[in-house]
């Protein structure tokens, strides 16, 4: 009976999948589906992160006073972890996010990057699905820090998709709408950890994380992949490495002449008992190391790049302090009684009306890196000249406006800051350069802002000329955007990728753990 019933349950997953692949085969993905798609998974990515710091699922410490003890609730109370060991775990993602950015973003030369965005959000599902079955403090620290790692594949490879797939008019638009899924996705994180964590378990919140993520998943595996734009994949590129394949060297040879194919056969033939030994491995490690300095020497040579992400690094470090210490400064400064709720709605509503407002502002002026500059520099002086002023106020009455026309106007860097990482490196650095981008703005801007805010405030004891001392380091991003207006730039979307292939090129690429069978699928 039971051999019976589970091979009715292997004949209906085999269904299952037959069915999702039919079905998947009907679809084609055009720009706008692609764009909702990757914002519902973006908005996921951000739900988590406020999911682990809301109360219903953070929770607190359990205490004794009077003589009457309280069992603590949520993480905190479950593990007994102290304030140093929950902020670690707040953080503990970007461990992970920061050391696997820049390895999906080399990864993406040699294989499909649409693929490489499933494997990470396969990772972040399972990740997830383990911090709802974590036992102590250093299970779920270290679910955490697989949580970065499958965003990591996603963060540096959707926005070079999105820009590829934006209608010409509307690039920065859509990446607007994009970035405008972080702050909405928090806010989202913080009510339903506080719902499903108050009404249920802290762990069925990171539980429902990953069923919810679980379709995307599949998507990302069984739908055609996409090409990116600068990258030409095949199956032999897969044995050459980011060599060219012997096909595309004859249809891209200078004379129209027929070479190298013999030479290249037998070069394989010698080199096939190779593949399975340690040296060969080593070599071809060593080989991806050498490209991945090759392409950071080159990326680091992009002046225009470089100095815009300076600036996003200045920039960081002042959003990333507000956002932490913004509530205690002005429950000090204003007595808020609610201050939690005033940050929060003030940064919701301005992180996504700011957001959305500077992409359309871009488009409309037309999206050029020196407008994208200009853009930048002349928003960030005024936000912060509005946020200066504002912690200048003696009335809650003043700060409110003043502080919330600050942050609109700084949230409206956001989708020009990272049109310029995209547009001002070849096409084939795009992932490189939205990865390094994200390591350099979290390690030199929002992770050491904080501790530095709260050193500086140990020593000052007043939070009005703490938040002073901080808006005034947003100048150190508008000098530099100032600066990069009289940069000479070259917008290099449409360049040539490095084997001579035209970046408008598309071609249907073979899943990365594509077991052979597509071939047989096509031809029935």
């Not at 070069?267 to 070599?283: D, I, N, T, V, Y």
């Not at 080159?298 to 470090?317: D, P, S, T």
């Not at 730039?489 to 899943?511: I, K, M, Q, Y």
């Amino acid at each position: 009976m039971q051999i019976k019933l589970a091979c009715h349950t292997v004949r209906f997953c085999v269904l299952t999948v037959e069915s999702i692949y039919a079905v998947v085969e009907l679809i084609t993905f055009n720009g706008c589906r692609l764009l909702v798609m990757f914002c519902i998974i973006n908005m996921l990515n951000y739900v988590d992160r406020g999911v682990i710091a809301s109360n219903g699922v953070n929770g607190s410490r359990g205490s004794c006073s009077g003589g009457t003890c309280s069992s603590g609730s949520g993480i905190q109370g479950d593990f007994n972890l102290s304030n140093f060991e929950d902020g670690v775990l707040s953080s503990a993602f970007m461990v992970g996010l920061l050391v696997a950015s820049p390895i999906f973003a080399s990864l993406a030369k040699i294989h499909n990057p649409f693929r490489l965005i499933g494997v990470g959000l396969l990772v972040w599902t399972i990740a997830t699905a383990g911090c709802g079955c974590s036992f102590d403090f250093w299970s779920i620290t270290i679910c955490r820090m697989l949580v970065g790692v499958g965003e990591a594949s996603f963060i540096s490879l959707a926005a070079p998709f999105i820009d590829d797939n934006a209608p010409a008019a509307q690039k920065t638009a859509w990446l607007a709408m994009f970035y405008m899924c972080i702050p909405t996705g928090i806010a989202l994180g913080y009510v339903y950890g506080g719902l499903v964590g108050g009404h249920l378990h802290w762990r069925a919140a990171f539980w429902g994380e990953s069923i919810l993520m679980l379709p995307f998943v599949i998507l990302g595996f069984v739908i055609k992949p996409l090409e990116l734009k600068g990258f030409t994949h095949n199956k032999k590129t897969k044995e050459y490495g980011p060599m060219l394949s012997p096909e595309l060297q004859d249809e891209t040879s200078n004379n129209g002449i027929k070479q190298g194919v013999p030479a290249i056969v037998e070069g394989l033939a010698e080199k096939l008992p190779e593949k399975s030994s340690l040296s060969s491995f080593g070599k071809k490690v060593m080989i991806e190391i050498h490209h991945f300095g090759k392409d950071m020497k080159e990326l680091l040579q992009e002046r225009v790049y470089v100095v815009n992400v300076a600036g996003y690094i200045f920039y960081n470090f002042v959003i990333g302090a507000y956002s932490y210490w913004g509530p205690k400064a002005g429950q000090d400064i204003y007595h808020m009684a609610s201050a939690d709720l005033m940050f929060g709605g003030i940064t919701i509503v301005c992180g996504i009306f700011g957001t959305l407002a500077g992409g359309f502002i871009l488009d409309k002026i037309d999206s050029t890196i020196s407008n994208a500059f200009k853009l930048l520099s002349g928003a960030t002086f005024l936000g912060a000249i509005f946020c200066f002023g504002a912690f200048c106020f003696k009335s809650l009455y003043g700060f409110i406006p003043f502080f919330s026309v600050g942050e609109l106007l700084v949230f409206a860097t956001q989708a020009p800051v990272n049109y310029i990482c995209l547009h001002s490196v070849k096409p084939s650095l795009r992932p490189l350069s939205m990865a390094m981008s994200t390591v350099s703005i979290h390690i030199l801007g929002d992770v050491p802002s904080s501790p530095i805010v709260g050193f500086i405030q140990d020593k000052i004891h007043n939070w009005r000329t703490t938040a002073l001392l901080l808006t005034s380091i947003l100048i150190g991003a508008f000098v530099c955007w100032f600066c990069g207006i009289f940069l000479h730039s070259v917008d290099r979307f449409n360049e040539e990728s490095e084997h001579g292939v035209p970046a408008t090129e598309r071609s249907n690429l073979r899943p990365l753990l594509d077991d052979g069978n597509d071939e047989a699928r096509t031809s029935q």
